[in-house]
Every structure is written in C-alpha cells, then in structure tokens.
C-alpha cells in the first residue's frame, strides 16, 4: 500500500509550486490520490515556498503533520532546516547545495547558519540528508532554471513512478521550446541521486555517513 507525505521547500523564484504540480501529477497518472497544498510567504522577494504533498490509495488531508513527513526536497539549505521539524524517524531529505540568505541576513539582522549548524539541525531530526550540487549542475546544463527539474529527477529514484510517467507529465506542464532541456535536467538529476546512493565519490554527496565511512542514506 502505497503512503506517502513530502514536503517541498525552497524561496520564491526556485521553481518549488511547478515542481509540486508536476509531482502531483505523476501520482495522479499512476492511478493514486493526491492532496496539497502551497504557502508562499513573500514569495516574489525570496521568502519561504513550502509544498504539503499527500500521496496514497485513499488521502483526506493535504497537510503533512510534524513528525510525519517521508521526504523533504529542499531546493535551499536554511529552508531544509527550517521545515526539518516535519521529518518521521527514518525520512530522506534531498538537499540542493545552495545558500540563499532571506532579507533578515541581508539587513544586517541575522546571520545565516554555517553549513555544519544546518547539518547538525537536520541530523537531529532523523533524517538521512542527500546533499545535492543542484544549482551547479543545473546552470552546467545550460540554464539555472531548471533546477527544479532537476531536483525532481533526484527525487524521482525514490518514488514508485516509473520514468515515462514523469516525462508525460512533464511535457503537458512545460513548453516545447524549453522542453528539451528540462528532460536532459531530469534525466541528470536522477544520475545524481544514483552516484550518491551507490556511493560514488563526488562534489555532492551523502551527508549522513555511518561510524566506518559508508553512506548512511535510506535506499
């Protein structure tokens, strides 16, 4: 029986309501229920996009509870930890490699975490961190802005979706002349995820190593 809760997190402009509709939509062509929800705080100026996706044979609600949360694909570090509350025992976060500070920081009122804070943050939560160079291969691609495309296809190889549901779905949502490219995205983001879950030294990684130096991730 098919259960799932993912959050979607990042700032305005990343792309992350898109990403979720395309996600919804997969399940949907799978032949599932689908419930979510979006909540944009300043969305136009950087602020925090969060996505409730609720996935299942039979779902009521689209919030996700604290606590309950499967996955968290954050396409910013701050906004990982931020929403990491929301992770069960045991979750996978997916975690876009990129620092965007909110205004706070950038007024001088705050500061922005260092990487091994933020870490730390999402360890106590339980959860098994993939870190992903996404930004970096997104713009290698060719265009910066398909890095949510990308980090779909990272999160796609632990979904029960097979790969063409995602294209279908994925070319009703996306104009032909950019079409292109967000596949070659996709299709790159799911490679990403199966260097780091085999294990594969690289720029990005696994950031949850066990005590003899394998990776720790939820395969």
Request: glycine residues 12%; contains cysteine; proline residues 4%.
């Amino acid at each position: 029986m098919i259960k799932l809760n993912i959050l979607i997190a990042g700032v305005g402009g990343q792309g992350v309501v898109l990403a979720s509709d395309i996600m919804g939509e997969t399940a949907l062509e799978a032949g599932l229920q689908v419930k979510k929800t979006d909540t944009l705080g300043m969305a136009q100026r950087g602020g925090s996009v969060i996505t409730h996706l609720r996935i299942g044979e039979k779902v009521a609600s689209p919030l996700v509870s604290e606590g309950e949360a499967d996955i968290l694909l954050a396409f910013e570090k701050l906004e990982a930890a931020r929403w990491s509350g929301y992770l069960r025992n045991g979750a996978n976060a997916i975690v876009n490699n990129m620092s965007i500070p909110p205004l706070s920081v950038s007024l001088g009122s705050e500061s922005y975490p260092k990487d091994d804070e933020i870490m730390q943050i999402l360890r106590q939560r339980v959860a098994k961190v993939m870190l992903i160079e996404g930004s970096r291969r997104a713009a290698e691609i060719g265009n910066p802005k398909v890095l949510n495309i990308f980090m779909l296809g990272a999160l796609s190889m632990l979904m029960p979706f097979n790969t063409e549901q995602w294209e279908r779905v994925i070319a009703r949502r996306l104009p032909p002349k950019i079409l292109g490219i967000n596949l070659s995205a996709f299709e790159s983001g799911r490679h990403e995820m199966l260097r780091i879950l085999d294990g594969t030294p690289g720029k990005g990684g696994c950031a949850s190593k066990t005590q003899d130096g394998n990776c720790g991730c939820h395969h």
